[in-house]
Every structure is written in C-alpha cells, then in structure tokens.
C-alpha cells in the first residue's frame, strides 16, 4: 500500500538513517571533503561496507584566498573510505548558482580526527 511507499520514501529522504546509511545518496551528487582537506564533487555511484565511494563526473574545487574557485576535472573517481572526513548531498539547483569564480577562499585544513 502507499502508506509503506511513504515510509520507504521517508528513510531516503533521511540518508543518516542506520537502515540507509549512503543509499540515499546513491545516483545523488555528493560533496566530500577529506582528511587532507580537499573538496570532491561528484554523482555517487556506489559504495561498500569499508565507505569506499566510487563518484561519476567528479570535480575537484581548489580554493584559494587571492583568485576564485577552480575546478579540476577528475571524472570517475574511487575514494577510500579511511580518506573520508564528511559526505553530504548537493541541491544541484542551488550549486548552480553559484559563482565560483568571485569566491575566495582559504584551502581547508587536514581534518584531525
């Protein structure tokens, strides 16, 4: 019934879910940043029990304090799972908007965990 339809849709809605983990981020573009502090962009195509995160299409954003955010192209990518500082979802629409070019930024320091 559409009740348990709804219920479903709930758990993805809410990733951080034990029964969901990173499954309802899957074919979502993610933003991650690692423990060396870099910022990886990317559409999640899968992981495993370990969080190694395999990303389609992924792009680096290097920022720096004097010139606009550059974007390096990476493409398909595996990240280690023991590299990951934090993963979230990214509002495409909204990451759209922005420009990247007139912002400026320090790099991020390595996450200590």
């Known amino acids: 019934g559409g009740s348990t339809s709804q219920a479903a849709k709930a758990r993805r809605s809410h990733p951080h879910g034990k029964e969901t983990g990173l499954t309802g981020y899957v074919n979502s573009t ?13 559409l999640l195509k899968g992981f495993d ?3 190694n995160l395999i990303l389609e299409g992924s792009k680096e954003r290097i920022y720096s304090p004097e010139e606009g955010v550059e974007e390096m192209e990476l493409g398909l990518y595996l990240l280690r799972g023991d590299c990951i500082a934090v993963v979230g979802e990214v509002d495409d ?21």
């Open 30 to 42: 993610v933003s991650i940043i690692t423990n060396d502090g870099r910022h990886i962009l990317g």
């Open 49 to 51: 029990q370990a969080t």
């Open 93 to 113: 629409d909204l990451d759209s908007q922005i420009d990247l070019p007139s912002l400026k930024g320090h790099p991020l320091s390595e996450v200590v965990h």
